[in-house]
C-alpha cells in the first residue's frame, strides 16, 4: 500500500471518529481510538515513536515523540486544540525531516469540523 493510500484511511478513521465523538476530548483520547481504528483495518500502528535528534555529533536518543506512525511510513501528529498554529505544522515538519518521511497528517480534533484540523504536510514528496 502506498502513502497515498496510507493517508486516505487515516483521513477516513479521523473524519469517523470527530463525527462520532465530536470535538474537546483529550488528545490521548483520540490517540488511542485512532491507533486501534487503523489496526482493525489491518495497518501496522506504533503509538509515541522515539525521534532521535543528531547534531554535531551528539544523538539524543529520545527528543520527540510522534503521536502515531502508520505502516512505518506515515506520520500522524494528533492535536486537540481549539485552533491550530502554525507552529504545529512547523513541528509535524520537523518530526518529518528527522525521521526522513515524505508525509505526515495534522489532524485536529477540537474543532468545530473536522475538515478545517486536517492537514497535509510535505517533506519532498510528490503525491
Not at 506515515?74 to 498554529?85: F, H, I, M, Q, Y
Not at 512547523?90 to 518521511?101: E, F, P
Request: proline share 4%; net charge neutral; glycine share 10%.
Amino acid at each position: 500500500m502506498d502513502i497515498e493510500e496510507l493517508a486516505a484511511i487515516v483521513i477516513d478513521c479521523g473524519f469517523l471518529l470527530h463525527k462520532k465523538l465530536g470535538p474537546g476530548l483529550l488528545e490521548s483520547v483520540y490517540e488511542a481510538i485512532m491507533a486501534d481504528q487503523l489496526a482493525r483495518r489491518g495497518l501496522l500502528v506504533q503509538r509515541q515513536v522515539p525521534i532521535p535528534i543528531r547534531y554535531d555529533g551528539i544523538e539524543l536518543a529520545e527528543g520527540f515523540r510522534a503521536d502515531l506512525l502508520v505502516e512505518r511510513l506515515l506520520l500522524v501528529e494528533l492535536k486537540s486544540v481549539e485552533r491550530l498554529s502554525p507552529l504545529h505544522g512547523k513541528q509535524v515538519l520537523t518530526y518529518l525531516r528527522l525521521l526522513d518521511r515524505p508525509l505526515g497528517l495534522l489532524i485536529d480534533f477540537g474543532g468545530e469540523t473536522f475538515k478545517e484540523g486536517a492537514k497535509r504536510i510535505v517533506n519532498n514528496h510528490r503525491g
